[in-house]
């Protein structure tokens, strides 16, 4: 299978915060074509597949005990103070902010566009937002204590799922044959 296709196949689960509607498009593909697309991946980043593209739930605990151990030391540089338990609600929130729909207006770009100025709805994220609120009832703290360094993580977050998420599809490509 030719890897854009692939990829197409392999339709990111989108998790609506509001309701149960997750949907993932495995099933149309040959799981060994899968299977062989992800092969040579880091753990973290092959986990984050199977949990994002495949549908394999059982992959999450995994990926968040990944993410809390690199959050962790992330923190300690910083000499951040967050909790334990706070920290599982940061990691919780940034995957369900990850993968969130896309921008209606950006359609995923992250710029207006027309004037290709920062997406004002999304804030150049290319998703659709959850509220402080929402954030704050995920992660389990009063909104009134959600601060710059809980702010701070989930961006850090964040940007090791874009990192896995960059790497797999390299990873598919390569392994497609489209580039050696
Ligand atoms: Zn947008």
């Not at 689960?13 to 697309?37: C, E, L, P, Q």
């Not at 005990?65 to 920290?87: D, G, N, S, W």
């Not at 969130?100 to 566009?113: H, I, W």
Request: proline content about 4%; glycine content about 6%.
């Amino acid at each position: 299978m030719h890897p854009i296709r692939l990829i197409s196949k392999l339709a990111p689960k989108a998790i609506n915060y509001h309701s149960a509607g997750r949907g993932s498009a495995i099933d149309v593909i040959d799981w060994r074509t899968a299977a062989h697309a992800l092969s040579g991946l880091s753990q973290e980043a092959s986990d984050w597949a199977w949990y994002r593209f495949a549908g394999q739930d059982d992959k999450l605990p995994r990926v968040v005990r990944a993410l809390t151990m690199y959050v962790t030391l992330f923190i300690k540089i910083r000499h951040f103070k967050i909790k334990p338990e706070t920290l599982t609600g940061i990691i919780n929130v940034s995957i369900l902010e990850f993968t969130q729909p896309l921008c209606r207006t950006c359609s995923g770009e992250g710029s207006e566009p027309i004037t290709k100025t920062v997406c004002k709805p999304c804030c150049g994220t290319g998703r659709q937002g959850i509220s402080r609120r929402q954030r704050c009832s995920v992660i389990g703290i009063d909104h009134k204590n959600y601060t710059k360094n809980h702010d701070e993580v989930s961006k850090e977050i964040l940007r090791l799922l874009s990192a896995w998420e960059r790497d797999i599809f390299m990873n598919v490509r390569k392994k497609m044959g489209e580039i050696s």
